[in-house]
């Protein structure tokens, strides 16, 4: 393992502040490569995921029951300055298509019921037609996400589909859901925030 020419602390810090400091020593450049010490598992796997996404090696070790992430960057990366692109979105830059932001487990106010009802339906009319780049679990729509759900049969189809299914990974936590079989990838509140501000068409349930 190569000797980290920075080292970022990120214990104690909440979801996604840890993501966005390992973003920023990224950004950079400079640096081969760059020790990120994390206390939880959540922050371990969102770090990791952003890294690997942006064609980094992630070697992760514990020690005394934190989580030491040692990223290694691509020459790309290490030569890139402040004014290199920014702003561009994970995974498909110039693709189009429609995110789905939902923030609730039940469409539309009055009956419960009926709410549950037309959810089902949303999700049954979305494997019917070309499947939407994302969807995206915030809030009580977690509950949407988690095996056993009444849509998770549509969730399948659809992540099988192509489909990206994000799970806010601190609405799990403050739902105490976190031990629960989750569809797609936990994520964070950046990760989110790069599709939501991205060339896509952005719909909001909730």
Same mark, same amino acid.
């Given at each position: %393992?190569?000797?980290?020419?920075?080292?970022?602390?990120? $214990?104690?810090?909440?979801? /996604?502040? /840890?993501?966005?400091?390992?973003?920023?020593?990224?950004?950079?450049?400079?640096?081969?490569?760059? #020790?990120?010490?994390?206390? !939880?598992?959540?922050?371990?796997?969102?770090?990791? $995921?952003?890294?690997? !996404?942006?064609?980094? $090696?992630?070697?992760?070790?514990?020690?005394?029951?934190?989580?030491? #992430?040692?990223?290694?960057?691509?020459?790309?990366?290490?030569?890139?300055?402040?004014?290199? /692109?920014?702003?561009? !979105?994970?995974?498909?830059?110039? *693709? &189009?298509?429609?995110?789905?932001?939902?923030?609730?487990?039940?469409?539309?106010?009055?009956? =419960?019921?009926?709410?549950?009802?037309? %959810?089902?339906?949303? *999700?049954?009319t979305l494997t019917q037609q070309d499947p939407p780049v994302a969807l995206l679990f915030l809030n009580a729509?977690?509950? #949407? &996400?988690?095996?056993?759900?009444?849509?998770?049969?549509?969730? =399948?189809? #659809? &992540?099988?589909?192509? =489909?990206?299914?994000?799970?806010?990974?601190?609405?799990?936590?403050?739902?105490?859901?976190?031990?629960?079989?989750? %569809?797609? =990838?936990?994520?964070? %509140?950046?990760?989110?925030?790069?599709?939501?501000?991205?060339?896509? $068409?952005?719909?909001?349930?909730?």
């Amino acid at each position: %393992m190569l000797v980290s020419s920075k080292l970022i602390d990120c $214990r104690g810090l909440a979801c /996604p502040l /840890p993501v966005i400091e390992t973003k920023k020593a990224i950004e950079a450049g400079g640096d081969q490569s760059i #020790l990120i010490i994390v206390d !939880n598992n959540a922050a371990c796997e969102n770090v990791s $995921r952003f890294a690997a !996404n942006g064609g980094c $090696r992630v070697d992760v070790t514990e020690k005394d029951g934190h989580h030491h #992430l040692e990223i290694t960057l691509p020459d790309s990366k290490v030569k890139e300055t402040e004014s290199s /692109p920014r702003g561009k !979105n994970i995974e498909a830059e110039s *693709m &189009a298509g429609n995110v789905y932001f939902i923030t609730t487990n039940s469409l539309g106010q009055g009956s =419960t019921d009926l709410g549950d009802v037309l %959810m089902k339906s949303l *999700m049954v009319t979305l494997t019917q037609q070309d499947p939407p780049v994302a969807l995206l679990f915030l809030n009580a729509g977690v509950y #949407l &996400a988690i095996e056993g759900s009444p849509v998770w049969e549509q969730l =399948t189809d #659809l &992540a099988h589909k192509g =489909t990206k299914v994000l799970v806010c990974g601190t609405c799990l936590k403050y739902y105490k859901l976190e031990g629960k079989n989750a %569809m797609g =990838t936990v994520s964070n %509140m950046l990760e989110v925030n790069t599709w939501l501000t991205g060339p896509y $068409r952005v719909i909001t349930i909730g």
